[in-house]
């Protein structure tokens, strides 16, 4: 809404212009006025909408045309006054002020004009015969209204009405000519319909009409008033009330009759709630709230922004498969201006069989955008009506801002839950597939993707100690001479090599001395495509001779030629060594064979006999089990703090989950 308002007052000499003015500082009629009143400022809380609102003089005796025209384009709103005694002051709005105002006005943007009749106390018949043929010939014309400077009749009125057609337009919600609401109000109020229709059953029902109205007006409606409203809809159309409920054509129908009867503040409190402006565009500051992240975080989605995302999956998974259909998906980013996710999302997060995103692929994917692009987050948070719906002060409520990464390192713990890993290797090494086997896809599925449909993302989650965590896969470039700052933050780093490809690791171990041999960051190479048959590779040393040279894991096996979905558990290991990057502690088990010696170590702390890690110790046994039948040896990169006291909320919030 505007943050004052300017009114001007013109018309032919003696009119009363001045007189009006005078009349509603003084609360009295004066006999005597000067020529022209000195612009007067009325402070905001004494005017009915609350801004400050300036009021301005116009004599012809005293200011030139260019001082009127100058006047013109500074005002808001423009009163247009004449005696309703004197004809020729009436012929001269038609024949003289509206041409003359409009000629220095755009088109598009027409400053509202009110007709004031002034001196009704001199008259017996109304004016208002001769003034509405004139309202319906411009729709400029906000309003009109006789009023009297002598007996104080109307004159708060008329400053109120013309602060009104300032604050509450019509022009961007209605078209007097056609007694239709514009397209871009139908649009915008069938947005707000459907935000607020939280069922998604087409109809707003008496808790959702409620909930809209507390959100709107922050008074909920007598239940008396709630059937009044459906009854004037009930009277008016045949399909605007259904199953008790408001359709969306009923919806319209009430904001027209409320713009129709001169309550536009009505429509534009919904609008302007819902976060729209004055062209009925979502403003900048709703889509993108302040929002600092400081060095060495990052942005996660809290718990009440994912339980809010499930409700808006719920509402849009009519058929209850768990995923979203194309028709479902749609259906769901109808509240954006744009489809947000292209084809490439497809395989980005899980999908099920039809290739549609599933429950668990679609918060993936809502947890990538605000760990990459926190404002996007917040964009797109903003069109699913977030903090209107969740009565948060806005978006930025959704995101928790990690602890800077160097005091996790520290401490030695993390409460974070979305770990990068970023994916490096020659061309054709089998990065792509890599990522793409996280999404459980082995290389037949894999082979059916589309060029133009491929992502360089890949995200889903990982269970470490019974914590559900989010591993985001970035696939890099080869190109490692240009490697950036950016490129290189993350976690961990995997290095991948083709087995059967002779060449292919001694790029790893190029990538690995340029960048890595000094990092903080953990490394770990992938010995891809294992089911080949393994080349002698080209390089000074072997690739096992290399990590035992540099201390990091032995190569990994990595497969995704299978007939089911590839095996997952390399990516809890990368996980785990993400979130505990510190440690580099020897194996205590003496089973010398598993990959998952980091439990062992965990059974035997301390934490893991205390009552609450007692809860996970099914969980780990079951890990150990599968770790056992693992057959590589090393070095493990593990935390003796791990943190099992963050199982208690997790418990809590799979419970809720589970209520789906
Ligand atoms: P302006 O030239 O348009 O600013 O008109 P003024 O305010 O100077 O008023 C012109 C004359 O009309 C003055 O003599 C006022 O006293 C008189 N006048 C203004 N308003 C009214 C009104 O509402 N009723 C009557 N009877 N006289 C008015
Ligand atoms: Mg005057």
């Known amino acids: 809404m505007r943050k004052d308002v300017r009114i001007l007052l013109v018309g032919e000499p003696k009119v009363g212009k001045t007189s009006l003015i005078m009349s509603l500082v003084s609360e009295e009629f004066p006999d005597e006025v000067p020529l022209r009143a000195e612009e007067i400022t009325i402070p905001a809380d004494v005017t009915p909408e609350r801004v400050p609102t300036h009021i301005v003089d116009y004599s012809e005796a005293e200011q030139t045309d260019e001082q009127l025209y100058q006047e013109i384009s500074k005002a808001n709103v423009i009163c247009i006054v004449y005696a309703v005694n004197n004809k020729k002051s009436i012929e001269e709005v038609t024949s003289h002020w509206i041409p003359l105002i409009n000629e220095r006005t755009d088109k598009d943007s027409r400053v509202p004009l009110i007709l004031v009749g002034n001196k009704s106390d001199l008259v017996e018949h109304s004016s208002m015969e001769t003034i509405l043929p004139i309202m319906n010939q411009y729709s400029e014309i906000e309003t009109c209204v006789e009023c009297s400077a002598k007996n104080l009749k109307n004159i708060s009125e008329l400053f109120y009405y013309a602060q009104k057609a300032v604050l509450h337009p019509t022009g961007p919600l209605y078209t007097p000519e056609e007694k239709e609401m514009k397209p871009s109000c139908i649009k915008a109020l069938t947005r707000i319909f459907k935000l607020s229709d939280l069922d998604n059953d087409g109809i707003l029902n008496d808790n959702e009409l409620n909930f809209f109205q507390r959100t709107c007006f922050n008074i909920p409606l007598a239940p008396q008033a709630l059937e009044d409203v459906k009854n004037v809809v009930r009277k008016n159309m045949s399909d605007g009330v259904k199953d008790n409920g408001l359709t969306l054509k009923g919806f319209l129908f009430l904001h027209t009759l409320f713009i129709q009867r001169g309550r536009h503040e009505t429509t534009w409190t919904v609008l302007r709630r819902f976060g729209y402006d004055d062209d009925l565009e979502l403003t900048q500051e709703y889509l993108f709230p302040l929002f600092k992240i400081p060095p060495d975080c990052t942005t996660e989605l809290n718990h009440n922004a994912y339980l809010f995302l499930q409700s808006v999956f719920d509402k849009h998974d009519k058929d209850r498969d768990c995923a979203l259909s194309t028709d479902e998906l749609k259906d769901l980013f109808k509240v954006f201006p744009y489809m947000p996710w292209g084809p490439d999302v497809n395989n980005t997060v899980c999908t099920n069989e039809q290739g549609w995103i599933t429950y668990q692929g679609y918060l993936s994917q809502w947890t990538l955008t605000t760990y990459l692009d926190v404002q996007r987050c917040l964009e797109y948070m903003g069109y699913l009506g977030y903090s209107i719906i969740q009565e948060q002060e806005s978006q930025a409520a959704a995101i928790t801002v990690t602890r800077n990464k160097r005091i996790d390192l520290q401490k030695k713990q993390t409460q974070r839950s979305v770990f990068h890993c970023n994916v490096l290797g020659a ?56 490697l950036s700052e950016a490129d290189l933050a993350c976690d961990i780093v995997c290095l991948v090599y083709d087995i059967s490809n002779p060449r292919s690791f001694e790029y790893c171990a190029k990538v690995y001395k340029k960048y890595f041999i000094d990092s903080k960051t953990p490394c770990i190479i992938i010995a891809a495509k294992s089911d080949l048959h393994e080349a002698r590779q080209y390089y000074t040393l072997s690739p096992l001779d290399f990590c035992r040279k540099h201390k990091l894991h032995p190569p990994q096996l990595f497969t995704c030629n299978t007939t089911e979905a590839p095996n997952k558990d390399i990516y809890t290991k990368l996980t785990t060594m993400a979130m505990y990057p510190h440690a580099k502690l020897r194996c205590m088990c003496t089973c010398n064979r598993c990959t998952f010696c980091i439990c062992h170590n965990l059974l035997n702390t301390e934490l893991v006999r205390s009552v609450k890690a007692k809860l996970y110790s099914a969980v780990l046994n079951r890990h150990m089990t599968q770790a056992d039948l693992k057959n590589s040896t090393f070095w493990l990169q593990a935390s003796v703090g791990a943190t099992v006291f963050a199982v208690l909320g997790f418990a809590m919030y799979k419970a809720l989950l589970k209520q789906r």
């Open 427 to 482: 061309r054709g090494s089998g990065k792509s597939s890599f990522l793409q086997a996280f999404l459980g896809r082995n290389l037949v599925h894999q082979k059916r993707i589309r060029e133009d449909h491929k992502s360089y993302y890949a995200i889903s989650t990982t269970y470490v100690y019974g914590q559900e965590k989010y591993l985001l896969l970035h696939e890099l470039l080869p190109d490692f001479e240009f």
